[in-house]
């Protein structure tokens, strides 16, 4: 586990003095929260936090730690966007990987106005719905439809894509249209494979 993310997390706690409201803001769930600030204890070998069923409040050595570890990292911070300043023009080459109906719908209107802001930036873009794993195939980014859960990569959402159930009407005229969903379960249905599970849909109105 990252020891510079379970700081930054601890921070997080510290400062909303909740786990539950850190773990909202840094989209993670409560027990990777937690993970994090026992590790940064573990890593410390001693108790930051004193926990209780609806408060957290910092210990004497945990407030200590708390001022060091934000003054540390507002220094790396600062040295991180000094370094930057001589780079800041984005050049090189981006391997992306986008679903082909996201691309349709989102992505082809964004890409002339990227290219014209990062002249400099080469997109090397491959249309696929496949499972990637983009570390062995080298990919930077990867764009896709549905729920990621792998901890291993970082997921931003980037908008909502709405699907819904379609029949041919020569289809439905043969076998009749369904009023219920049990009734899909007469029905010859196509899915996608990538969908996990694929025989399982999600139904709302």
């Known amino acids: 586990m990252d020891t510079l993310t379970s700081v930054e997390v601890f921070l997080l706690v510290a400062h909303e003095a909740s786990f539950a409201r850190a773990a909202e803001k840094m989209d993670l769930s409560r027990a990777v929260v937690s993970k994090h600030v026992k590790h940064l204890e573990a890593r410390i ?53 986008c679903a082909l ?40 980014v990867a764009i896709r439809i549905g729920v990621v859960d792998s901890p291993a990569l970082i997921v931003r959402k980037l908008t909502t894509t709405p699907l819904v159930l379609c029949a041919a009407p020569d289809y439905l005229a043969r076998q009749g249209s369904p009023q219920l969903p049990i009734d899909l379960g007469v029905h010859n249905c196509l899915t996608c494979s990538y969908n996990k599970p694929p025989d399982r849909w999600t139904l709302s109105r």
């Open 101 to 140: 109906s996201f691309k349709l719908r989102h992505l082809s209107r964004l890409m002339s106005g990227f290219a014209a802001r990062y002249p400099q930036v080469h997109v090397d873009l491959e249309l696929s719905d496949r499972v990637i794993d983009l570390v062995e195939e080298g990919f930077d």
């Open 45 to 97: 070998g001693t108790r930051l936090l004193d926990r209780a069923t609806r408060s957290v409040r910092l210990t004497a050595l945990g407030e200590a730690f708390m001022r060091r570890a934000q003054q540390s990292l507002d220094a790396l911070d600062e040295a991180m966007a000094q370094a930057g300043e001589g780079t800041a023009t984005s050049k090189g080459r981006i391997r992306v990987t």
